[in-house]
């Protein structure tokens, strides 16, 4: 290690090597929008790389969501078959959005980087 304050610090090998501000820099890294917060304060790389991946899920979920309100309107008005089909696949992609970043939360904490299937490319080229 560097006695450079403004250096990257490397990956932390456990647990262990994660502070407090670390571990809450984490938990917000996949709370939507608050991901930011992390991304532009944190030194960390381990923590910066947790922020990019909570970016990406919270940019590929809203994108996600807006596609699904937007086919479900106009699709509803030819059937409310549709409107209730939609809105089920509108709270099922919110659930999956929650479970994926809770179990991205645990893995984190863990000190463990753990990426999402199909994901893992985008983070690593931003």
């Known amino acids: 290690m560097s006695s450079d304050p403004l250096s990257v610090d490397d990956q932390p090998a456990g647990a262990d090597d994660l502070d407090e501000e670390d571990r809450l820099m984490l938990v917000l890294s996949y709370l939507w929008v ?9 030194r960390s790389a381990f923590v910066r790389w947790h922020a990019k991946q909570g970016l990406i899920l919270c940019g590929i979920t809203c994108l996600a969501s807006l596609g699904v309100i937007f086919l479900g ?8 078959i549709f409107a209730w089909l939609f809105a089920f696949l509108l709270i099922n992609l919110v659930l999956l959005y929650m479970a994926l970043a809770l179990v991205c ?19 690593e080229k931003i």
């Open 34 to 42: 608050l991901a930011l917060v992390p991304f532009m304060v944190s």
């Open 73 to 80: 309107a106009i699709l509803a008005t030819l059937s409310k």
């Open 105 to 123: 939360m645990i893995k984190a904490i863990r000190g463990e980087r753990w990426t999402i299937p199909f994901l893992g490319d985008l983070v």
